[in-house]
């Protein structure tokens, strides 16, 4: 990938890093239609036995992971900041669960606090680490959409939830797909575009 960093850090098990993955980023601002999304999509995406990539960030990222590692799945987080330190802080308990049933990364120091840039520059590394980046729920501006961004500068795969277009969460991801991102309406949407390297 463009820009790799130079080192990471890691927490848990680097065995996993050779799953099929997909990232699922979204708003932290979840809707319940992103919930809804979420609890059809990520038990599928588990029993196909693929690992759930996401930035643990609250609202789609946290959520993703949860349901992953609920239905005993690999859950793999990339994080803004130091492994030993937990952001937002909400987050403490999967962030535990992930370290001690599935892989937590960061290219920033231990005890290195999150700052602002440190989530863009973490968001090449969401896209760099699989074949594919699906976007659930996104606002205009969004960081999710730096994610995809990168995933198309790194010639991956972007798929996008459609959402209703009266609903600031879907005015993101509905312009991916009006760029060119795959629209996702069924599982096999997703299972079709994963790529084991």
């Given at each position: 990938m463009y820009q790799a960093p130079i080192i990471l850090f890691y927490e848990g098990s680097l065995n996993l890093l050779n799953s099929p993955?997909?990232?699922?980023?979204g708003t932290r601002t979840m809707t319940n239609y992103g919930k809804k999304i979420l609890e059809e999509f990520v038990p599928k995406i588990i029993d196909s036995g693929i690992a759930v990539v996401s930035g643990l960030a609250k609202g789609i990222d946290a959520y993703a992971?949860?349901?992953?590692?609920?239905?005993?799945g690999t859950a793999i987080a990339v994080i803004g900041n130091g492994t030993n330190i937990s952001y937002p802080a909400e987050n403490q308990s999967i962030q535990k669960r992930i370290i001690s049933d599935g892989l937590l990364?960061?290219?920033?120091?231990?005890?290195?606090?999150?700052?602002?840039?440190?989530?863009?520059?973490?968001?090449?590394?969401?896209?760099?680490?699989?074949?594919?980046?699906?976007?659930?729920?996104?606002k205009e501006r969004s960081g999710s959409l730096i994610t995809a961004a990168?995933?198309?500068?790194?010639?991956?795969?972007?798929?996008?939830?459609?959402?209703?277009?009266?609903?600031?969460?879907?005015?993101?991801?509905n312009q991916l797909i009006a760029d060119g991102a795959?629209?996702?309406?069924?599982?096999?949407?997703?299972?079709?575009?994963?790529?084991?390297?």
């Open positions: 993955m997909i990232t699922i980023v992971h949860q349901l992953a590692l609920e239905k005993q990364l960061s290219e920033y120091f231990p005890k290195s606090r999150p700052k602002q840039y440190h989530f863009p520059a973490r968001n090449r590394i969401l896209a760099g680490l699989t074949s594919a980046t699906l976007v659930v729920e996104a990168y995933a198309t500068q790194e010639n991956r795969n972007v798929l996008a939830i459609p959402g209703d277009l009266n609903r600031n969460n879907s005015n993101g991801t795959k629209a996702v309406l069924k599982i096999d949407d997703i299972l079709n575009e994963i790529i084991c390297y």
